[in-house]
């Protein structure tokens, strides 16, 4: 028998992304003395380990979203798109002069209208989730530059730009928002019954179904929540740069969200999901790409040792490794 | 007769759409339906043909590609590369380039079988890796120089009173025949509809399911190594970032071409008219001029979910609703 505390270190998925941070802040600390320093200037903080969650904010936020729709055993890959979208008409609202409340609204309406788009698709139509979301990638990034014009559109209201360059008790607004998201959706899905009812989806539809849950409406629900997600990460991106660009903005997030929530040990077959180890995973991830500049791999290059890293980590995960592993010490891993 | 309409149903669908489109292309804007503009369209998108025709036979066994434009990148650039700056006899770069994109594909078709990963998962990451490896060897663009090469994009033909270059188109048709060839008429082809139809169905027939799997990833692999070949014979330039989005385009060819994604079922020749679709689009709305390009993706997106929610529908018809 094995005590709690025993059994959340050798089954707690957080278990693995917290290892590869430790080993990070090792290398780290080999390249950079003050990794962890943490100086005040100007009333804020300021440090690599603040950079970090600042920087990995986009990435978290993605990553919620995608947690959720990953746990229903699907998959959303448009989230890049939706937020070349979301950036596209707040600068645009922005520049015709709407007020911010407006905007806002406005833009995590778009967001979660793509999201319920993706979900019609999916749980209506039934189509697999990886072409439904695949079409709003392909066509998502045409409307974002239908929408601005193809220009970039640059952002000048200060409260707009507060949101990704604004400090709250010292610390960046960003992490703070999306850590206090977190909270919110962790409270709502495990203090209700709908974290389970999205995990018995993704586990077993039928059985679900005739168990009484209305699957199409779960799911559904899943995928506007990605969308609101990406909606957020769309305003949290375009505000860190001031300007909204429908070409460059969220391209290739959504495999980092992706990349964060397997690391984080939500399975992509579903029926499962654990938020804290998305969290972790996408500051994981944050913090390879600062390690990268650290040790001077360039931004082209960088994304070699990231797909090499999650290749790795499924490898470990599979059933075939394990079974071989288990083999090599003499015993069966139970399934 | 009758069945043969009933399983054709979604190229034909296609053909149709594409000969629609075509003819109201060419009423439209005047010389779209000449010799020179329909040659230059099959060679300047010959890469995204070829391309395709791996994705087929990828999507025929139920999987998917994203590397394809990816690997495409890197050939381009490790060509030009290993020819201009390496002084590599053209052949052995060529060479060495199709061997790379077979490897890499029979790699992650590897960890795809073996360890049972998720099919995008595994060529998202190849992607990754396959783009990072492309801009690691050099994020300028090359001129190609050589004089060999240059004899091979000088290849002209006559059709007509136009001349043209047709060297890409020929690869192109080349290719698309030997995918059909391939995927209709071999033990094969027939292995990965079989497989894509039902797995496990596959296995318990004594079909080597691993292996032509594995063998379905490399070739992908092979043609998208081609096909970033084949555009720099195009472009006469090498460029490490040729082929973004590439694999969209391709999944969307294969897909209008009405072959099914969950695999089983399919035909080269939707392959061909969802390429003819998607090139008509393109070369319309350079035509048009006043209709930007960025049109192109919304549309292209559009026609995918319409193919798509088509393709529900004949199964719906063809099949009794799953309980």
Same mark, same amino acid.
């Given at each position: 028998m094995s005590g709690p505390r025993k059994s959340f270190w050798k089954n707690s998925p957080a278990v693995w992304p917290l290892a590869g941070l430790f080993l990070?802040?090792?290398?780290?600390?080999?390249?950079?003395?003050?990794?962890?320093?943490?100086?005040?200037?100007?009333?804020?903080?300021?440090?690599?380990v603040i950079d970090i969650f600042d920087r990995g904010s986009v990435c978290l936020v993605l990553a919620l979203g995608m947690t959720l729709v990953i746990a229903t055993g699907g998959i959303d890959l448009s989230v890049g798109s939706v937020m070349a979208i979301v950036g596209a008409v707040a600068a645009t609202m922005l520049?015709?002069?709407?007020?911010?409340?407006?905007?806002?609204?406005?833009?995590?309406?778009?967001?979660?209208?793509?999201?319920?788009?993706?979900?019609?698709?999916?749980?209506?139509?039934?189509?697999?989730?990886? #072409?439904?979301?695949?079409?709003?990638? #392909?066509?998502?990034r045409g409307i974002a530059q239908v929408i601005s014009d193809g220009q970039q559109v640059q952002i000048l209201d200060?409260?707009?730009?507060?949101?990704?360059?604004?400090?709250?008790?010292?610390?960046?607004?960003?992490?703070?928002?999306?850590?206090?998201?977190?909270?919110?959706?962790?409270?709502w899905l495990r203090r209700s019954a709908s974290g389970l009812f999205i995990e018995a989806v993704g586990d077993n539809e039928t059985a679900s179904r005739f168990a009484g849950l209305a699957t199409a409406r779960v799911k559904c629900l899943a995928y506007a929540l990605s969308g609101l997600c990406a909606a957020v990460a769309g305003l949290l991106a375009a505000s860190y740069i001031k300007d909204a660009d429908p070409l460059t903005a969220g391209q290739n997030m959504e495999l980092d969200a992706i990349f964060a929530v397997v690391i984080g040990g939500t399975a992509l077959s579903g029926g499962r999901f654990n938020l804290l180890g998305s969290y972790l995973g996408a500051i994981l991830l944050q913090t390879l790409t600062i390690t990268m500049y650290f040790v001077g791999v360039s931004s082209a290059v960088a994304p070699v040792p990231k797909a090499v890293l999650i290749i790795i980590v499924c490898l470990m995960q599979s059933e075939t490794t394990r079974r071989w592993l288990g083999g090599l010490w003499g015993k069966r891993v139970a399934s | 007769m009758k069945t043969f309409l009933r399983q054709r149903l979604p190229q034909l669908t296609t053909a149709g759409i594409f000969l629609l489109l075509f003819a109201a292309a060419s009423w439209r804007y005047q010389y779209f339906c000449s010799t020179r503009n329909v040659a230059s369209f099959f060679t300047n998108n010959a890469s995204l043909g070829i391309i395709a025709v791996g994705m087929t036979l990828v999507i025929f066994a139920g999987g998917i590609d994203l590397s394809v434009g990816a690997v495409a990148g890197f050939t381009n650039?490790?060509?030009?590369?290993?020819?201009?700056?390496?002084?590599?006899?053209? @052949?052995?770069? !060529?060479?060495?380039?199709?061997?790379?994109?077979?490897?890499?594909?029979?790699? !992650?078709? /590897? =960890?795809?079988?073996?360890?049972?990963?998720?099919? /995008?998962? @595994?060529?998202?990451?190849?992607?990754?890796?396959?783009?990072?490896c492309a801009y690691w060897i050099s994020t300028a663009s090359i001129e190609i120089k050589n004089l060999f090469y240059e004899h091979?994009? &000088? =290849?002209?033909?006559? !059709?007509? &009173?136009?001349? =043209?270059?047709?060297?890409?188109?020929?690869?192109?048709?080349? !290719?698309?025949?030997?995918?059909?060839?391939?995927?209709?008429?071999?033990?094969?082809?027939?292995?990965?509809?079989?497989?894509?139809g039902s797995e496990q169905s596959a296995l318990l027939m004594g079909l080597p399911v691993g292996a032509t799997k594995i063998c379905s990833y490399a070739l992908c692999g092979t043609l998208a190594a081609l096909g970033g070949l084949v555009s720099t014979f195009i472009t006469g330039s090498g460029n490490s970032t040729y082929g973004i989005g590439l694999e969209l385009d391709a999944i969307a060819v294969v897909v209008i071409g009405g072959t099914l994604l969950t695999g089983g079922r399919g035909h080269l020749f939707g392959t061909l008219c969802g390429f003819l679709i998607i090139g008509t689009i393109q070369s319309a709305i350079e035509f048009d001029g006043s209709l930007s390009s960025w049109w192109t993706r919304i549309i292209t997106g559009g026609l995918l979910l319409a193919f798509i929610l088509l393709q529900r529908l004949l199964l719906r018809a063809t099949q009794k609703r799953p309980a």
């Open positions: 990070l802040a090792v290398v780290n600390l080999r390249y950079s003395k003050n990794f962890f320093s943490l100086t005040q200037s100007d009333g804020h903080y300021v440090g690599t520049q015709n002069g709407h007020s911010l409340p407006v905007v806002l609204a406005a833009s995590l309406g778009v967001g979660l209208l793509c999201g319920v788009v993706n979900g019609l698709l999916v749980s209506w139509a039934r189509i697999q989730p990886i #072409v439904a979301t695949l079409i709003l990638m #392909v066509a998502g200060d409260h707009f730009n507060f949101i990704g360059n604004g400090f709250l008790w010292g610390f960046p607004f960003a992490p703070i928002l999306v850590t206090a998201i977190y909270a919110l959706v962790w409270f | 650039i490790l060509v030009t590369t290993l020819v201009e700056s390496h002084g590599w006899p053209p @052949v052995a770069a !060529m060479l060495l380039g199709l061997a790379i994109g077979a490897l890499f594909g029979t790699a !992650m078709g /590897f =960890i795809i079988q073996v360890f049972r990963q998720p099919p /995008f998962l @595994v060529t998202l990451a190849g992607m990754f890796f396959a783009r990072g091979l994009t &000088d =290849i002209t033909a006559k !059709m007509g &009173d136009t001349t =043209i270059h047709p060297l890409p188109a020929y690869i192109l048709i080349a !290719m698309l025949i030997l995918g059909y060839v391939l995927g209709h008429h071999t033990r094969f082809g027939r292995n990965l509809l079989a497989i894509g």
